[in-house]
């Protein structure tokens, strides 16, 4: 296993970012950096650098013609395709039924009537996530309650899909 530098809430961010229609999230494991690219910069790097089947190195950016806003990010893109096998590895959504059954059980352990009943009622609507988060809001106190034990769950999610790629957190580094 290798140690490595890990921001538990970066990585929480990008796994609970599940639609990934505006980013995508890559670890660097060189770094434990999380490198958050945007879908735009992406396609453009993916359409842009990629000649006959074979991408193209970072020389060949003078090549292109791009707003220096984009220049970075494009860069950024780059790199994580064409790093050496294995340096990015892309950061996983969160399973929504992982998330779903951590929302009904904090539920669960809500004793006062009238918060409990309407996260119930959010947990068995259409849009469950959202409403959830909604319905918190209005109970201040809960949604502290919520977020605590949303972290300690995602430590361990995390944690786990660490060591399944071989990473260890560095012992007293979690930001």
Same mark, same amino acid.
């Given at each position: 296993?290798?140690?490595?530098?890990?921001?538990?809430?970066?990585?929480?961010?990008?796994?609970?970012?599940?639609?990934?229609?505006?980013?995508?999230?890559?670890?660097?494991? !060189?770094? &434990?950096?999380? *490198?958050? $690219?945007?879908?735009?910069?992406? +396609? %453009? /790097?993916?359409?842009?650098?990629? @000649?006959?089947?074979?991408?193209?190195?970072?020389?060949?950016?003078?090549?292109?013609?791009?707003?220096?806003?984009?220049?970075?990010?494009?860069?950024?893109?780059?790199?994580?395709?064409?790093? !050496?096998? &294995?340096?990015? *590895?892309? $950061?996983?959504?969160?399973?929504? +039924? %992982? /998330?779903?059954?951590?929302?009904? @059980?904090?539920?669960?352990?809500?004793?006062?009537?009238?918060?409990?009943?309407?996260?119930?009622?959010?947990?068995?609507?259409?849009?469950?996530?959202?409403?959830?988060?909604?319905?918190?809001?209005?109970?201040?106190?809960?949604?502290?309650?919520?977020?605590?034990?949303?972290?300690? /769950?995602?430590?361990?999610?995390?944690?786990?899909?660490?060591?399944?790629?071989?990473?260890?957190?560095?012992?007293?580094?979690?930001?």
């Amino acid at each position: 296993m290798k140690l490595l530098k890990i921001d538990f809430n970066e990585i929480q961010k990008a796994m609970e970012d599940v639609s990934r229609d505006a980013f995508d999230y890559f670890l660097d494991l !060189e770094t &434990g950096s999380v *490198v958050t $690219i945007s879908q735009e910069m992406l +396609e %453009k /790097a993916k359409d842009t650098f990629y @000649k006959d089947d074979e991408l193209l190195d970072e020389e060949h950016l003078e090549e292109y013609e791009m707003p220096d806003w984009m220049e970075e990010e494009i860069e950024t893109a780059l790199r994580v395709f064409s790093s !050496e096998k &294995g340096r990015y *590895v892309r $950061i996983p959504e969160r399973e929504s +039924e %992982k /998330a779903y059954i951590l929302m009904k @059980k904090f539920t669960e352990g809500v004793e006062e009537l009238h918060p409990h009943d309407e996260l119930s009622n959010a947990l068995n609507s259409h849009n469950a996530f959202s409403r959830f988060k909604k319905t918190l809001a209005d109970y201040p106190e809960y949604r502290e309650r919520w977020f605590a034990m949303n972290a300690g /769950a995602m430590k361990k999610t995390i944690t786990e899909w660490l060591e399944s790629i071989g990473i260890k957190p560095e012992q007293g580094y979690y930001a």
